[in-house]
């Protein structure tokens, strides 16, 4: 089982690539609550690249944060790819980034009013290239997921930063 310390190299990782491209970051995250930001802030000098982000787990919280009304989600429901790249997209520009990262999904111990199982995360990184990958790993346990969803969206940012 992954660690609190894995994510936090992961992290570290992510920020060093960033710093050395001299490139920001924002990001917009559910499911992870704030543990991808966690990450991406454990480096010191961090404010060299990370510009902001946000626990969007809410509607309200989407409208409110991210202006994303229901009108724009016509159509497109959370937890879902589409909607992690709207997220990802709408935190790097209002926060005037080079990179976002937009997650969102299912934690647990239950699946979400969308029908997706525990385990399910949808996770967007977008700048010059965009990539989304949807994660499923079968668990029900709460934390796991967390970490789970958070790794998964730091390896996807180092991959992309690469």
């Given at each position: ?9 992961r992290g570290?990782?992510a920020?060093?690539l960033l710093?050395g491209?001299n490139e ?8 992870t609550?704030?543990?991808?930001s966690a990450?991406?802030?454990?480096v010191?000098?961090?404010?060299a ?8 787990y ?11 009304n ?8 959370g937890a879902s790819?589409?909607y992690?790249?709207?997220s990802?997209?709408t935190a790097?520009d209002?926060?005037?980034a080079f ?7 299912a934690?647990g ?6 029908g997706d199982a525990a385990?399910h995360?949808?996770i967007?990184v977008?700048?010059p ?15 796991a997921?967390?970490y789970?969803f ?5 390896e996807?940012?180092i991959?992309q930063?690469k």
């Amino acid at each position: 089982m992954m660690t609190i310390a894995d994510i936090l190299a992961r992290g570290g990782q992510a920020g060093a690539l960033l710093r050395g491209r001299n490139e920001t970051v924002a990001v917009s995250e559910s499911s992870t609550g704030g543990l991808i930001s966690a990450a991406l802030l454990s480096v010191p000098g961090a404010s060299a690249y990370f510009i902001g982000g946000g626990v969007i787990y809410t509607r309200q919280a989407r409208n409110a944060f991210l202006q994303i009304n229901d009108e724009a989600m016509r159509g497109m429901r959370g937890a879902s790819e589409p909607y992690a790249l709207l997220s990802a997209r709408t935190a790097r520009d209002h926060c005037g980034a080079f990179w976002g990262v937009g997650e969102t999904g299912a934690t647990g111990p239950t699946g979400n009013r969308y029908g997706d199982a525990a385990g399910h995360s949808c996770i967007a990184v977008v700048g010059p290239r965009d990539r989304v990958i949807t994660i499923e790993t079968g668990s029900a346990d709460r934390l796991a997921n967390m970490y789970a969803f958070t790794l998964a969206a730091l390896e996807l940012l180092i991959e992309q930063l690469k």
